[in-house]
């Protein structure tokens, strides 16, 4: 079975450029997350999924970071505009009815 | 106060010794408890899981709960260079929140 898969891998934008990340979650989970991870740090949540609703994103920054998740499947997360501090690893993570898996991430680096 | 609390570290351990990991949690309501490895450059890799006050053995790995203490443990038996890592404590009440993660350094 396919874990949860994110792409792209890496990504270096110049600050104020736009950026997207994917998420294709395990099949049947229908909690999916996106994560923030910041060099030395846990994974702080910025934004949760049950389904296609966003039940949990009292931590996405608005001005500029926007998710989507239609069909209650995949999912998007948008930053536009990029700024320096935007420079980490997200991780995208689905969960059925107990433990959440994650993707292998997607490295960004704001220059 | 962080909802889950970790030691940063690193704890360093000799090689066939046991490493204790530990975790405490600030919300009475969270349900499950998860322990993650991350090695440097990669995603968390799940270990355990745990909901239920007491002990869970998986292989090398104990992880004990207690709920009334709001604490949180992982144990590595005959710990070896490859658990070299960072441990993340995570706690589930609707969302899953993590610690700060800690290093382990197994020195052969």
């Known amino acids: 079975e396919a874990g949860v898969v994110q792409s792209p891998r890496y990504k270096i934008i110049e600050k104020k450029q736009p950026v997207a990340f994917w998420c294709n979650p395990i099949?049947?989970?229908?909690?999916l997350y996106w994560y923030r991870q910041n060099l030395g740090q846990g994974p702080e949540l910025l934004i949760r999924?049950?389904?296609?609703?966003?039940?949990?994103d009292s931590q996405l920054p608005k001005d500029r970071f926007s998710a989507e998740r239609l069909k209650g499947v995949d999912s998007t997360l948008k930053i536009q505009p990029a700024e320096l501090g935007d420079s980490a690893v997200y991780l995208c993570?689905?969960?059925?009815?107990?433990?959440?898996?994650f993707g292998q991430g997607t490295r960004l680096t704001v220059v | 106060q962080k909802e889950v609390e970790q030691n940063s570290g690193p704890l360093s351990v000799p090689e066939g010794a046991i490493a204790s990991l530990n975790c405490t949690y600030s919300?009475?309501?969270?349900?499950?408890f998860f322990w993650y490895r991350q090695y440097s450059g990669k995603s968390p890799e799940l270990i355990m899981f745990?909901?239920?006050?007491g002990d869970k053995e998986d292989g090398r790995f104990t992880a004990q709960l207690n709920k009334a203490s709001q604490y949180v443990s992982l144990l590595i038996r005959d710990s070896q260079p490859s658990d070299s890592a960072t441990y993340l404590c995570?706690?589930?009440?609707?969302?899953?929140?993590f610690g700060t993660g800690t290093k382990l350094q197994v020195i052969p």
């Open positions: 919300d009475r309501g969270s349900q499950s």
């Open positions: 745990i909901y239920s006050n």
């Open positions: 995570a706690g589930l009440y609707q969302k899953v929140t």
């Open positions: 999924y049950e389904n296609e609703e966003a039940v949990d």
């Open positions: 099949s049947g989970h229908n909690t």
């Open positions: 993570a689905s969960r059925g009815n107990t433990e959440a898996f």
